[in-house]
């Protein structure tokens, strides 16, 4: 009777899930053998530190590889190629190149200071990447990508409250491997990729990794008196990761350099892009042309290094394994932030109204984060299994900030003067954490694990800044302040996985995270330091994970719900440009996640994944200064918009994406044509509602088509490649406290590109 029900709740599953397809299982025994050998790979994930098959973890885990991950990373894109590529996670930033913020299920952070603090961590190589330049490393030569949803504080380094990205590159071994991939498109953009690994004895192997994109500036400069042509969007970006791969007996040794440096622009920003009272782009924008003022002085230099150690001992039924890590960023950014030139009380202005001018830049000349990982796997036959450990993480972080030229009001004279101005941020951080998870299978179907986690965090901070001259009067404006929080905290999780037939899983899991307090002292253009603090998330989440079709398809599908305490907000500009940090008193967030995969046939691989986030705070005191120019839809009171009933910002309710592979054989090699859709619904940019400051809905497209064939001993690929093919362009993000200031995606991009692997 049991087998019986089991039946036919997969008969069900699969009807309501797969009618459009399910009448494939009716093909004859031939066919059924031949699409046998065109099966979907396992996807092999580490989202518990460990290899497994990602149908049977439970947790909700999407990965990106292969044919997926390079087209979407065509056209010399950088990290935020992945917005709206997996179920519920959104990139976004207003740096351009570097300083991504990512977002899952609607939880991330707006702020865009250098020292912000985010609850979706970034893990590389098995390293926390905690400074928000360190998440900006490109990507190449990458194995895979996964994205954690939900808590994952019980394995994995710090402040994940909201999920994880991780990224895992192509390791060194024995075999012979090398590629070699130069493409060239729009705006005379240029990229080359490449990589070759092999052994150097029977048990030492390499490999070498190596990147470089460039692209003249492009966009030409207009304001009266500045023009210029080629003045911006330019980038000429180089990276490279040098592994060495000791594999004895019974120890593995890992030593991973990787080193990164950008010489290029800021993103543009463009004065007045919103049309008031609306959310449309003003119809006067041209996409290669700017009207800034200090256009000549904007750029972006970023230099990043880093260096892991991964020890690992096997000792029969436990493995020892210590990852020691250490990472550095540096930074200058200088940017034109009002986007025009001139200003309401001087003798020109534009485009549009400017009520003052607004150049700064910052930096971060010292840096550097130490880490290190200690961790004991048993790796018993028996039914009991666990992994416990130690984390240490310590971080030094210096941040510059500058003012040029920046006209403030003198109430006395009650008029404008000129001053310039400088502050500094010094933060050190010392964080420790023990950690256990154990897994228990009860019988052949059901297996259950729990984990916790002990973090302990400590910040020291303190800042101060000077402005001069005060306008009128020729004195020195000084001020400093400074902050030490400190917390711990007890996370945990649990979670089953029932195995209903050897093709469907079942799972469950409960978790709670935790985010240690943040400070906010960015005081150049404020006066005071601001403590976010700790905040915790309890979660929970059912789905399903199935293979059906015989192996030809693939559906996982979950719901959640999440209550956050305290969430920590960044009030980003209003009436300065200035962040505050402030807590929630609640947040809850629930949906749904969809991933698909489907062999359609011998010729055609598709996959289809959707997501619906619903995010809502709660807090009847909490309100936030409003922008200078913009239509606040939100009740506002004492000049302070009320925030309690909104959805968090950067948090769509919906993203979609598909893919469909095409390949067909003919002689001598294999054509194929690769295409790809995306969406996200429409988005806040701040913590406030604006007419102006609601992003449009974001549809993109891209198709990549060529040839592949052998020759020799190497494998030869040509193609050409096109990126959001429809040129769908929309303001992604906003400048609120001067004009309203906006930001677009990357306009459609062309190229070709030609590939040669060899073996």
Request: proline letters at 3%; hydrophobic letters at 35%.
């Amino acid at each position: 009777m049991k087998a019986i029900k089991r039946s036919t709740l997969a008969v069900l599953v699969n009807a309501a899930l797969f009618s459009t397809v399910a009448s494939t299982s009716f093909i004859s025994h031939a066919e059924e053998q031949e699409a046998k050998s065109n099966q979907l790979e396992v996807i092999q994930v580490t989202a518990r530190k460990r290899v497994e098959n990602a149908q049977e973890v439970p947790v909700s885990v999407s990965a990106l590889q292969g044919d997926g991950l390079d087209a979407y990373s065509s056209a010399g894109m950088d990290i935020r190629f992945m917005n709206a590529k997996i179920p519920s996670l959104s990139v976004e930033s207003s740096f351009g190149r570097t300083f991504p913020r990512f977002y899952v299920r609607g939880l991330g952070n707006t702020d865009f200071d250098l020292n912000a603090s985010q609850p979706v961590s970034l893990v590389v190589d098995e390293i926390v990447q905690e400074n928000p330049i360190l998440k900006g490393f490109p990507v190449f030569d990458i194995e895979r990508i996964e994205v954690l949803r939900g808590p994952q504080g019980t394995l994995f380094g710090r402040n994940t409250p909201a999920g994880l990205v991780k990224f895992d590159s192509v390791k060194p071994s024995q075999e012979f491997d090398a590629y070699s991939a130069v493409s060239y498109g729009s705006k005379g953009s240029v990229d080359f990729e490449g990589a070759v690994g092999t052994g150097l004895t029977d048990k030492l192997s390499t490999r070498v990794s190596l990147l470089i994109q460039d692209r003249p500036d492009y966009i030409d400069v207009k304001a009266p008196g500045f023009e210029k042509e080629d003045s911006l969007g330019g980038y000429n970006e180089k990276a490279a990761r040098v592994q060495f791969l000791y594999e004895g007996d019974d120890f593995t040794g890992l030593l991973n350099y990787h080193k990164r440096d950008l010489d290029g622009r800021p993103i543009a920003f463009r004065a007045n892009l919103i049309e008031k009272g609306t959310n449309n782009i003003n119809p006067l924008y041209d996409n290669d042309v700017v009207y800034h003022d200090a256009a000549s002085r904007s750029t972006q230099q970023v230099n990043t290094q880093g260096l892991s150690l991964k020890l690992e001992w096997d000792l029969k039924e436990h493995t020892v394994t210590s990852i020691t890590g250490w990472e550095s960023a540096e930074i200058y950014s200088r940017a034109d932030v009002d986007g025009g030139y001139g200003a309401s009380f001087l003798p020109a202005m534009g485009p549009g109204f400017i009520p003052f001018a607004s150049e700064t830049a910052d930096a971060i000349p010292e840096h550097d984060q130490y880490t290190q990982e200690l961790r004991l796997s048993s790796n018993f036959s028996g039914d009991m299994n666990y992994q416990v450990g130690v984390f240490l993480y310590e971080e030094d972080l210096v941040i510059e900030s500058f003012s040029f030229d920046t006209f403030a009001w003198d109430a006395a004279a009650n008029n404008y003067g000129l001053q310039n101005g400088y502050a500094i941020q010094d933060q050190s951080t010392s964080a420790w954490a023990l950690f256990g998870s154990f897994d228990y299978t009860v019988s052949d179907e059901l297996k259950v694990t729990a984990g916790i986690r002990y973090s302990n965090d400590e910040k020291e901070f303190y800042a101060k800044r000077t402005k001069t001259p005060v306008p009128f009067t020729g004195a020195t404006d000084f001020k400093e302040g400074s902050a030490n929080p400190d917390d711990s905290h007890v996370s945990w999780d649990l979670s089953a996985t029932y195995k209903y037939t050897d093709d469907i899983n079942l799972f469950a899991r409960i978790a709670n995270g935790f985010r240690a307090p943040s400070v906010q002292g960015r005081i150049l253009f404020g006066d005071e330091v601001t403590v976010a603090k700790s905040e915790t998330t309890n979660s929970i989440e059912a789905g399903i994970k199935s293979d059906v079709l015989d192996g030809q398809g693939r559906v996982n599908a979950t719901v959640f719900y999440y209550q956050m305490n305290d969430q920590q907000l960044t009030a980003v500009g209003g009436d300065a440009n200035f962040n505050r940090l402030i807590n929630a008193d609640k947040t809850t967030g629930y949906g749904i996640e969809l991933d698909s995969e489907w062999v359609l046939t011998d010729e055609l691989n598709a996959t289809f994944n959707l997501s619906y986030n619903k995010t809502e705070l709660s807090d009847k005191d909490l309100a936030v200064q409003v922008c200078a120019q913009c239509t606040v839809t939100n009740k506002v009171e004492n000049g302070l918009a009320v925030l309690d009933g909104n959805s968090l910002p950067h948090a769509p309710e919906w993203i979609a994406n598909a893919t469909l592979r095409y390949t067909k054989e003919l002689e001598g090699g294999d054509f194929f044509v690769y295409s790809d859709v995306s969406y996200r619904s429409e988005i806040d940019f701040f913590l406030y509602e604006a007419v102006e400051f609601k992003g449009e809905a974001l549809f993109e497209a891209g198709v990549r088509a060529g040839y592949q064939w052998l020759a020799g001993d190497n494998e030869y690929e040509a193609s050409v490649f096109v990126r959001n093919l429809f040129d769908e362009q929309v303001v992604i993000g906003g400048v609120d406290f001067n004009n309203n200031t906006g930001m677009l995606n990357e306009e459609r991009y062309i190229g070709a590109e030609f590939k040669v692997r060899f073996f």
